[in-house]
T-cell receptor
Framework: DAGVTQSPTHLIKTRGQQVTLRCSPK?????VSWYQQALGQGPQFIFQ???????QRGNFPDRFSGHQFPNYSSELNVNALLLGDSALYLC?????????????FGDGTRLSIL | AQTVTQSQPEMSVQEAETVTLSCTYD???????LFWYKQPPSRQMILVIR??????QNATENRFSVNFQKAAKSFSLKISDSQLGDAAMYFC??????????FGQGTRLTINP
């Protein structure tokens, strides 16, 4: 049973560039949430996707956008990268309707902005 | 807005001893879930234990147990018989229904052999 998979593992970009991160949810899950974790901090919620639509959004600018595909996989896009966007980006999946079940996390993508 | 506070940035314990990590949270809701996650250097966030707010009984998972005080909005994690593999960042998290997880700042746990 495959867990949550994220790609790439590590990415280096320069300021002003754009980046796309990818996530495949755990088998049987239909909801994907994205979190940003700065070094030494707890993860911060970016947004959540369900039925190919953004269902919730945290306090992040419009430079952060996402997408969910019919197979429930998801992408996180960040435009006009800033140095402050350097962080670990975590994807978590869950099954809507089973709120007593925890979210399952991937290993994350480490994004470094030069 | 819900907030989660972990007041201990770092904790250390001798191997085989017991350690308690603290967490407090703020919410006006009555039905919610609380979690402790472990994050080793490998980066993956691993669920340690969870508690449903409507359950009065404290959750237990092998060497891990919680002390859930709903009125005080406190949710501490006790690790018994600490092992070297328990060394990691520990995050307390809150969730209402299917909504987002709200994390604390984390506690770095060191196990001394």
């Amino acid at each position: 049973d495959a867990g949550v998979t994220q790609s790439p593992t590590h990415l280096i970009k320069t300021r002003g560039q754009q980046v796309t991160l990818r996530c495949s949810p755990k088998s049987g899950h239909d909801t994907v949430s994205w979190y940003q974790q700065a070094l030494g901090q707890g993860p911060q919620f970016i947004f959540q996707y369900y039925e190919e639509e953004e269902r919730q959004r945290g306090n992040f600018p419009d430079r952060f956008s996402g997408h969910q595909f019919p197979n429930y996989s998801s992408e996180l896009n960040v435009n006009a990268l800033l140095l402050g966007d350097s962080a670990l980006y975590l994807c978590a999946s869950s099954l809507t309707g089973y709120s007593n079940q925890p979210q399952h996390f991937g290993d994350g993508t480490r994004l470094s902005i030069l | 807005a819900q907030t989660v506070t972990q007041s201990q940035p770092e904790m250390s314990v001798q191997e085989a001893e017991t350690v308690t990590l603290s967490c407090t949270y703020d919410t006006s809701e009555s039905d919610y879930y609380l979690f402790w996650y472990k994050q080793p250097p490998s980066r993956q966030m691993i669920l340690v234990i969870r508690q449903e707010a409507y359950k009065q009984q404290n959750a237990t998972e092998n060497r891990f147990s919680v002390n859930f005080q709903k009125a005080a909005k406190s949710f501490s994690l006790k690790i018994s018989d600490s092992q070297l593999g328990d060394a990691a960042m520990y995050f307390c998290a809150y969730r209402q229904g299917a909504q987002k997880l709200v994390f604390g700042q984390g506690t770095r746990l060191t196990i001394n052999p």
